[in-house]
């Protein structure tokens, strides 16, 4: 896969859909890489250049020493976008992603045309939270990482979902178990820290805001008080857990088309 060179290593992407077409950068969730969006590019190309990567500590990117922050996350965007010469982009996050999404949107406003929060917040959790996570992980490594794996389920998909479709649930979480033990504790550590509940009031990009009616990681109410605090924000709800884009597939796809394209 081809790589954009950073400071300190490479940041692993995929661009597809046709050129010239306007482009739309899909962020992956934490634990997960750019292939959690497979559902979505066939229909996404079809109207988009699609750019999607591998968050910095995921897939085949770069594993710095952490722990990272969100405006770290939100620069190697920035990086990326300079590098293969696209000057503006809608983005569509999921989770840290949409953490991502966020402080893109307040801090480079002028780079990004529409914005897509998915299953996210303007906080997500607390220390209380991630740092038991983050020392279970670093001194655990890859078997921490495969437990995680199996905890996850029922936080990233309903259990009549992960029940009914295997085949769609086994690959995703798949990816957690692959995640490197550093990069996963120091991206948990860069959302522990990330909170945007003041600062909602300055995007200026049209938004939609997507819930899973059954996530009990970022919840509707999260999404509410986003839509509430960020001018002009639809929301929308699917029944899903924490990973709406494959538990919710081709509703999530349309919806989130008719958004970008409106």
């Known amino acids: 896969m081809p790589a954009v060179t950073l400071a300190d290593g490479d940041l692993n992407y995929l661009l597809e859909g046709p050129a010239g077409a306007p482009v739309l950068v899909l962020s992956n969730s934490l634990g997960t890489d750019l292939h959690m969006w497979d559902e979505q590019i066939p229909a996404f190309t079809e109207q988009f250049r ?3 990567y591998d968050t910095r500590g995921h897939g085949q990117s770069l594993v ?16 990326l976008l300079d590098a293969l010469d696209i000057v503006k982009a809608s983005f569509c996050g999921l989770s840290m992603g949409g953490l991502i999404g966020q402080w893109l949107a307040i801090n480079a406003p002028q780079r990004i045309e529409r914005l897509v929060l998915c299953n996210t917040a303007a906080k997500i959790g607390s220390p209380e939270v991630w740092n038991p996570r983050i020392d279970t992980v670093l001194a655990g490594g890859a078997q921490a990482m495969r437990d995680l794996r199996d905890a996850s389920i029922s936080r990233w998909f309903t259990a009549e979902f992960a029940e009914a479709q295997p085949a769609k649930v ?17 991206n948990c550590a860069a959302v522990r820290d990330a ?7 300055s995007i200026v990009a049209p ?8 996530d009990p990681v970022t919840t509707t109410e999260h999404g509410r008080f986003m839509q509430e605090h960020i001018r002009g924000a639809e929301l929308v709800e699917f029944h899903a857990a924490h990973l709406s884009n494959v538990e919710a597939g081709e509703l999530f796809t349309r919806r989130v088309l008719d958004f970008l394209t409106a």
């Not at 710095?64 to 990086?79: K, M, N």
């Not at 086994?170 to 120091?186: E, N, R």
């Not at 938004?207 to 059954?214: K, M, N, Q």
């Open 50 to 52: 699609v750019l999607r």
């Open 64 to 79: 710095s020493e952490g722990p990272y922050s969100i405006e770290q996350l939100g620069r190697d965007v920035l990086a």
């Open 170 to 186: 086994d690959p995703i979480v798949g990816m957690l178990a692959q995640t490197s033990p550093a990069g996963y504790a120091a």
């Open 195 to 201: 909170d945007y509940r003041e600062q909602l009031g």
């Open 207 to 214: 938004t939609l805001v997507v819930c899973g009616d059954a």
